[in-house]
């Protein structure tokens, strides 16, 4: 599938591995100029190289999204690089502590709290007003099912990726009209290095859990974000769109 992306410009957090690195390449493939941001300075040289190797654009940036500070840089990395930002995809995350939340350790709720949703916002606050100077454009969020129904063992991971949705509706509603496009997209499991602590009889599990008998993969994800961001999608905004193989429509 072709989308026209030819000249502008995104970027993309989380872009070192798994659903970010989808992202980011894909991107680039149809003409965007990308910047490949991840905590993991090898991760976003790796796929940087990958990018341009292939023929398309991209520069490298390391940013935890969890410090204000190194967020605002990814944004000025962009600028710098390119001229412009077009195109965000916020999609940096962890999945915490897997304890019921009467035994959560508060230390590993904060950072859970810090990157996936703090994380978000940091990105939204910078992102929007570039994109504004830009001429408009469209960001995507990256929720989860667990955004929108409840999982007993990720209480940290839930209330975050459910505080995405609704920054994400309620950001959408503040810039429509000045255009800009935000979404949200909820992927049910996907195999990615996100789930490397899971066991093969987890995962099993995890593959019941939805009704089209497999896990999602990355370039999946990837293309629903790309949809998010073209003109495909130009009557969509605040909305919620679910990428999980059929596991919430139980």
Not at 133 to 141: E, L, M, P, T, Y
Request: contains cysteine; charged residues 15%; proline residues 3%.
């Amino acid at each position: 599938m072709q989308y026209s992306f030819s000249g502008r410009v995104a970027l993309v957090t989380g872009a070192g591995s798994g659903i970010g690195e989808s992202i980011a390449r894909l991107l680039a493939s149809n003409g965007l100029n990308v910047v490949v941001s991840d905590v993991s300075a090898d991760n976003a040289q790796r796929v940087t190289s990958l990018i341009n190797a292939e023929g398309g654009h991209a520069v490298a940036n390391v940013a935890d999204v969890a410090r204000i500070d190194e967020v605002q840089a990814a944004v000025a990395c962009a600028v710098d690089a390119f001229g412009d930002l077009h195109f965000a995809v916020n999609n940096a995350g962890i999945s915490g502590d897997q304890s019921p939340v009467g035994e959560l350790d508060p230390a590993a709720w904060s950072r859970v709290i810090d990157v996936n949703l703090n994380g978000v916002f940091y990105g939204l606050r910078h992102q929007i007003p570039a994109i504004l100077r830009s001429g408009g454009g469209a960001i995507v969020n990256v929720s989860s099912i667990l955004g929108v129904v409840g999982d007993a063992a990720n209480p940290a991971y839930v209330a975050a990726k459910h505080a995405v949705t609704g920054l994400t509706r309620s950001a959408g509603l503040a810039y429509a009209s000045k255009g800009i496009r935000i979404n949200s997209i909820h992927p049910g499991y996907v195999r990615t290095p996100i789930l490397d602590f899971l066991d093969e009889s987890a995962l099993q599990k995890a593959v019941d859990l939805h009704p089209i008998g497999r896990l999602g993969t990355s370039d999946e994800i990837a293309h629903a974000v790309a949809f998010l961001l073209s003109e495909g999608s130009s009557f969509l905004v605040g909305t919620q769109l679910i990428a999980d193989g059929g596991y919430t429509a139980r």
